[in-house]
């Protein structure tokens, strides 16, 4: 799954750039939204995020790309790696060498398939 976000003031910390945990948050949605796709009619809850390394910064008015793939399924759980790229649209003088698209966050996350009580059911019918 591939989708696109923009970076609106109210996602910005106190240097101006989109804060980590905005980004956190889209990335658990919509590679919670690509599972939920993938599975449909399953209760799926997020169990893991492999590593939180935010490799470059994202401004005010980027353009975010994200791109969800499904990993490995379990008998119970399922992995997607997610793959953020940032793109600046007009003026880029403000961050050299930074022209295009460049990768600003890649990590795994993995969900797992949940009954009403929140026990471990598979995820294949």
Not at 44 to 51: E, I, K, Q, Y
Request: glycine fraction near 8%.
């Amino acid at each position: 799954m591939e989708t696109y976000t923009t970076v609106m003031t109210e996602h910005l910390n106190s240097h101006g750039t989109l804060f980590g945990g905005q980004l956190l948050l889209w990335v658990d949605n919509y590679a919670w939204m690509a599972a939920s796709l993938d599975y449909p009619g399953k209760r799926l809850v997020t169990r893991a995020m492999d590593s939180i390394d935010f490799t470059a910064s994202a401004p005010n008015g980027s353009i975010l790309r994200f791109v969800i793939e499904k990993e490995r399924e379990g008998h119970t759980s399922v992995t997607y790696s997610v793959k953020v790229c940032c793109n600046i649209p007009g003026d880029l003088t403000s961050l050299p060498g930074k022209k295009g698209e460049y990768k600003i966050f890649e990590n795994k996350i993995t969900f797992v398939a949940v009954d009403e009580s929140g026990k471990k059911v598979p995820l294949a019918d």
